[in-house]
């Protein structure tokens, strides 16, 4: 993959050099337009990208990570072996982590599920949903105390 891209960019600059402009789009085209069927749904997934998320380093992050993730799966060992060594299954699977990117936050090193931006985000979340139910448990009490009297 990595091969791949470098041959995109080169050409890129080649034809930029010449005086060609090349727009982003044109790049993130001619990196998807030659990838095999495998990475169908990771195509599939650009389409849904709003159009501001979706730069060159947007692709070639997804790209990357893709084709860890791919390696990773077919070059790791089987849960079904006899060795019971589930522990090994899982680091071997997780080997690549320093190239892996985070798609919540797009730094390098974890996954989306280990994100401590998503954390904190997802705990903010839930603060802001629990402040709006007691705000509006508060002014449903406050209209049932005035309708009494």
Do not use: Y
């Not at 990196?31 to 979706?54: C, K, R, W």
């Not at 599920?113 to 603060?127: G, I, M, T, V």
Request: glycine share 6%; aromatic share 6%.
């Amino acid at each position: 993959m990595e091969a791949w891209i470098g041959r995109i960019q080169t050409l890129v600059l080649r034809m930029e050099h010449g005086g060609i402009e090349v727009t982003a789009q044109d790049q993130i085209l001619a990196m998807t337009m030659g990838l095999p069927p495998s990475f169908d749904a990771v195509i599939i997934n650009f389409d849904a990208t709003p159009p501001e998320q979706l730069t060159v380093n947007h692709v070639i992050t997804r790209l990357l990570n893709e084709e860890t993730r791919q390696s990773s799966s077919t070059d790791s060992p089987s849960f079904t072996n006899n060795t019971g060594d589930e522990a090994m299954a899982v680091t071997a699977a997780r080997r690549d982590l320093a190239l892996t990117a985070c798609f919540f936050c797009d730094k390098r090193g974890h996954f989306k599920s280990d994100c401590p931006e998503k954390a904190a985000w997802e705990a903010a979340k839930r603060k802001r949903i629990v402040g709006t139910a007691a705000m509006a448990a508060e002014v449903e009490c406050d209209s049932d105390s005035e309708g009494a009297w």
